[in-house]
């Protein structure tokens, strides 16, 4: 008997121990998202704009087709109640009488978040304007089809100015910045 009592005594031990034991439990967790700040023009290579000379005395220069094939990506993680960015664009050199003009196409494809507005129409100078602003936390997506589709122009501005020149390379520089 004494034995009987033994065991259920050390069997209300373990019960009781089971009915009244932790089932949860924590851990803490170090979480680190750096600053981001990613810009690039998607596909790489040149463009080629062409001015076409007209065909019959009294005629203006025909302007050449505007280039849609390039595209802006970006990937932003800005800091805590840190300002939006912005892409601005800028040509070097400036070609007397051409104006070199882009247009960002609002942000499309497979990106999220706080993406950027457009500008709308810019001529683009030496000095840096602004193409689009209010990049907050986001990403484009990659490659063509994503981000802001470019559309790049060239018109006459000052007939006066204009000389003849052959392949003389301009550099449009696109900078991402608060």
Do not use: C
Not at 56 to 67: D, M, R, S, T
């Amino acid at each position: 008997m004494r034995d009987l009592n033994i065991i259920v005594y050390i069997f209300s031990l373990l019960l009781s121990g089971t009915l009244f034991s932790q089932t949860t439990g924590s851990s803490a967790v170090s979480i680190t998202l750096p600053v981001v700040t990613l810009m690039d023009i998607e596909p790489t290579g040149n463009i080629i704009l062409n001015f076409v000379a007209p065909t019959e005395a009294g005629v203006a220069i025909v302007n050449p087709a505007v280039n849609t094939t390039k595209w802006i990506n970006y990937s932003s993680a800005i800091a805590p109640a840190g300002l939006t960015r912005r892409i601005t664009a800028s040509i070097n050199p400036v070609i007397p009488g051409v104006s070199i003009r882009v247009q960002a196409a609002a942000a499309s494809g497979s990106g999220g978040g706080t993406l950027g507005t457009s500008s709308g129409l810019v001529t683009l100078t030496a000095t840096a304007a602004t193409i689009i602003s209010g990049i907050g936390g986001a990403f484009t997506g990659n490659g063509t089809n994503n981000g802001h589709q470019l559309t790049i122009s060239l018109v006459t501005n000052t007939y006066a100015n204009l000389s003849a020149r052959t392949s003389t390379p301009v550099v449009i520089t696109y900078t991402i910045t608060e």
